[in-house]
């Protein structure tokens, strides 16, 4: 390796920006609200002062919202089917780079289904590739967030994804409409086991609609409304793919680490929890050697 | 019948009122935006309005949201063996009701299945005595709007029931979130189909994705997003529901009715259409029969 690398992880509302030696060793970090939404129409300015003072002649790499249509630049799609270990050579080199400096977009990848089922992502490649480089290049790898990744890899390539929006109905339900005055801010671990439990019977518009029945009618305390929402929404994640995998990956960290390895268990799944900052920083390692190359 | 009797339907946003002559005449009706949120409070007073110049000694009928306990008065659930032509007899009296006036609320139903699950509706019973009066006493009938309900019946009584909160994640999704600014104003049949088909792919929370991903990736215009979304959620229903009944009994006007039928016979079901108004006025004419005996 030659030289160091910056890489930014440019989401929807919130960023992180790594400095990393030569040999990939981490140097400095920031993080910052700075994501697409508060960005937009001023990137370069805002790319400038999460780089600040940082290597002028090092490469830039930059995955997640940024290279959408919506972001600085599109990145187009690649197809699900090309290799992980090939991102390197599939880098988009952003117009407007500010001078002096070379900056690269890592594109996200779409999936088409035997049915016409579209699905993409964008940012969870580079997840997936440093999942890959810390070892998990078969079976199911889950990110769970906003939109909760499923992927399928075998021998480090997508046999396919989905994408469940979990983590933003869990949000918009919790804020808007019928069950925003019940979901409370308590964590009950019974009420998300009974969650993950109901999540089974039926569609998903009904299942919710359990949070309100169970309250009003006395069968579920108000304070454990929140905790059953989130076992229906996570377990529906799990119904979907029945019948579970023997181990799963989960890139998470924190409550949504425990949610999902207490996800896995109540379907009989061991779960390999990775953190995402780790999976993060191995996946620029990765991508700073292909670069060299 | 030895007297008239005024109905009202009183739910959440939205209350209409009804004064029938002996033997079940329409002679006027009103309708306002005076539901339950807006009359909060001051539920004597906003009735008092609706009912002005009618007759102090006919009976008044109150089905809906007002009976539910954020109502003016709580009328406890019935449980859903409960005969549905028994009704008449467990209405529940308003206590503070106006001098001279004999109120009664309309108890809606409660539904608790074999595996603990519970369900509960208010105002949809009423709507089911009017269908049962009209005939529908055996089979599904769909009461389709912010919270859809289903239900089986077996000679006219509830053999048990299922809420799916289709309208209000419609109404969610298309004003926040990431499909909000793909969700157009547009119907269009095609993408209404699409949706019914790929309603049974997956859990919703990752089908309604599909929203996104087609439109981004160019595989369907944005303004097909809506029609889709609405197919996807009122298809998720349909699939819960299969094999799908041979006829299926729709309570719905104009554009839902129209959307139930076509997934009705797109699971190739037969709808029978009956108009809600219709039906509350059926129903009030079998309760004025039970009141009267």
Redesign the interface.
């Known amino acids: 390796m030659k030289t160091g690398l910056i890489g930014i992880d440019w989401g929807t509302t919130h960023r992180r920006a790594y400095l990393l030696g030569e040999g990939g060793v981490l140097l400095e970090e920031r993080a910052d609200d700075q994501g697409l939404l508060a960005a937009r129409g001023r990137f370069a300015e805002s790319f400038e002062a999460v780089v600040r003072g940082w290597p002028r002649e090092w490469p830039v790499l930059m995955s997640g919202m940024v290279g959408?249509?919506s972001g600085w630049q599109e990145a187009p799609?690649l197809e699900a089917s090309t290799p992980l270990t090939s991102l390197s050579r599939h880098l988009v080199p952003l117009n407007d780079a500010p001078p002096g400096r070379r900056v690269l977009l890592v594109p996200g990848y779409?999936w088409?289904g035997p049915?016409?089922?579209?699905?993409?992502m964008r940012g969870e490649e580079t997840q997936l590739l440093g999942a890959l480089a810390l070892g998990q290049a078969d079976g199911w790898v889950v990110l769970p967030g906003t939109?909760s990744k499923w992927v399928r890899l075998e021998r480090g390539v997508m046999q396919g994804f989905?994408?469940?929006?979990?983590g933003?109905?869990f949000?918009?339900?919790g804020?808007?409409?019928?069950l925003a005055g019940i979901v409370g801010p308590e964590d009950v671990p019974e009420a998300f086991e009974a969650g993950l439990l109901?999540a089974g019977?039926?569609?998903?518009?009904?299942t919710?609609?359990?949070c309100?029945?169970?309250v009003?009618?006395g069968?579920m305390p108000a304070a454990h409304a929140r905790s059953y929402l989130s076992g229906l929404?996570i377990g529906?994640?799990w119904?979907?793919t029945r019948p579970a995998p023997r181990t799963v990956t989960v890139v998470a960290a924190g409550a949504l680490a425990s949610a999902y390895g207490e996800a896995a268990r109540h379907h009989g799944s061991t779960p390999v929890v990775l953190e995402p900052r780790a999976v993060f920083l191995a996946a620029l390692a990765s991508l700073q050697e292909g670069i060299d190359r």
């Open positions: 959408a249509a799609y779409r088409i049915s016409g089922e579209v699905d993409v939109h989905r994408t469940y929006m979990t933003e109905l949000a918009l339900l804020e808007h409409g019928t109901a019977r039926g569609a998903l518009s009904h919710i609609f359990g309100r029945a169970k009003v009618t069968r929404l529906a994640e119904v979907d």
